[in-house]
C-alpha cells in the first residue's frame, strides 16, 4: 500500500501541466477519501496521495491532490480556510517539484539523503 502511493505520488510529481495542490498539516485521522470529498467542492478530483511512514504506518501529515481542470485547483487555492478533522490545511499550488522532479522534504524537514549528526561523547 505505501509502495503505491509513493508510486503515485511520483506520478503527481511527473505530470507539469497537470493541476495539483500540495496539502500539508494533514491530521492522522484524515485519510484519502475525506480529502477527496472535501475538495471536490471546488472542482473533479482525479486523486489524492497521502504516502505513509514506514515505521509508524500512519501517512506523513502531507499529500497531493490533482484536480481534472485548472479551474478547480484554482477555486481551492481562493478558498483561505481548509478545515479537515478540525485541523486547518495548508494549501499550495504544487509547481516547485513538479516542474524541477524533485522529492519533497520528509515530514520532518530534512531531505531523504540527509545524514545524522555525530553523537557527542564528553570528554573523560
Known amino acids: 500500500m505505501a ?3 509513493a508510486r503515485g505520488a511520483a506520478a503527481l510529481r ?5 493541476p495539483v495542490a500540495f496539502v500539508r498539516r494533514i491530521p492522522w ?7 477527496k470529498e472535501h475538495f471536490a467542492q471546488f472542482g473533479h478530483v482525479r486523486r489524492c496521495i497521502l ?3 514506514k515505521e509508524t504506518g500512519f501517512h506523513r501529515g502531507l499529500g497531493w491532490v ?7 485547483l484554482r477555486n481551492a487555492l481562493q478558498q483561505e ?4 478533522d478540525g485541523v486547518k490545511e495548508s494549501l499550495f499550488r504544487d509547481t516547485q517539484w513538479t516542474a524541477k522532479g524533485e522529492r519533497p522534504p520528509q515530514a520532518n524537514g530534512r531531505k531523504a539523503a540527509q545524514s545524522q549528526p555525530a553523537r557527542f561523547t564528553p570528554p573523560k
Open 29 to 35: 485521522t484524515a485519510a484519502s477519501s475525506q480529502l
Open 3 to 5: 509502495a503505491s502511493a
Open 14 to 18: 511527473r505530470s507539469i501541466n497537470q
Open 66 to 72: 490533482q484536480f481534472s481542470s485548472e479551474e478547480g
Open 81 to 84: 480556510n481548509h478545515i479537515i
Open 51 to 53: 504516502p505513509f511512514d
